[in-house]
């Protein structure tokens, strides 16, 4: 049996992890703990195979007077649950990182892209991934994942966008867009083989193909029982909603390099 702690259960992925590992009886045992108060600190990590640290700031809007809890919680509190836990003799710790570490709204994500995050998030995510990484070795496996825009029932962030416009647009635009995304599913997925047999390094899990705004909005509205017309003629309109910051990101091509096996393959 594999034993996975999981650090921040009230996040959406640590949640549906935890619940997609149920699937499973007798393979797994899953515990949680949260980094809200003290508490961890007096735990024994001793128990546990694995720590997946799914806590984090995120999907708020950004001030300048966050950056102390954007730091505390995505970095400061990540590497402390990880040298405690490597001290206790855990031998893996996977990291839920993000692709806002590389600061890109539009573009091809390649192995030797160098990270340039623009916010406080993707910065904060990235100072973790850098201490983290200096304390793997051979005896302690430090998984950092960067996933794309998740989606799923229930999923909050862009995502909980999208669902929106689907639910009040009659009709949108046809316009055509690459997106890496992956499925809370299929991370899930991806986060259990991690935690089998998952060795040190950056991974970028990935859909087997790439998304299309427009089409996921389309997609997303039929889900709800609607029919959701896309006309070629709205397409100068999102042409200028790309001006704007908020446009690039909701529209642009952003996607990782294509792999023969996402789930798999990483950058180092």
Known sequence: MTRVLVVGPHSYIGGRFRQYLSNFPGQYQT????????AWRAGDFSQYDCILYAAGIVHRREKPEDAMIYD????????????????????QFIYLSSASVYGLTEGVIRRDTPPNPKGLYGKSKLRAEQALRGLSDSGFEV???????????????????????????????????????????????FLRKMAEEGKSGIYFP??????????????????????????????????????????????????????KDPLVERFS
């Open 31 to 38: 515990d949680a703990a949260s980094v809200r108060t003290d």
């Open 143 to 189: 998984i950092i994942i960067r996933p794309p825009m998740v989606y799923g029932p229930d999923c909050p962030g862009n995502y909980r966008a999208l669902i929106k416009l689907a639910k009040i647009l009659p009709f949108f635009a046809d316009y055509v867009n690459r997106r890496s995304v992956i499925s809370i599913d299929r991370l899930s997925s």
């Open 206 to 259: 990935q859909d087997s193909e790439y998304g299309c705004t427009c089409q996921m909005i389309r997609q997303i509205a039929l889900a709800h029982g609607k029919k959701l017309p896309l006309f070629r003629f709205l397409n100068p309109f999102i042409q200028l909603l790309k001006m704007t910051p908020p446009g690039r990101k909701a529209f642009g091509t952003l996607i990782y390099e294509e792999l």
């Open 72 to 91: 505390r919680v995505n970095h400061v509190l990540a590497v402390a649950v990880a040298e405690k836990a490597k001290a206790e003799g855990v031998k």
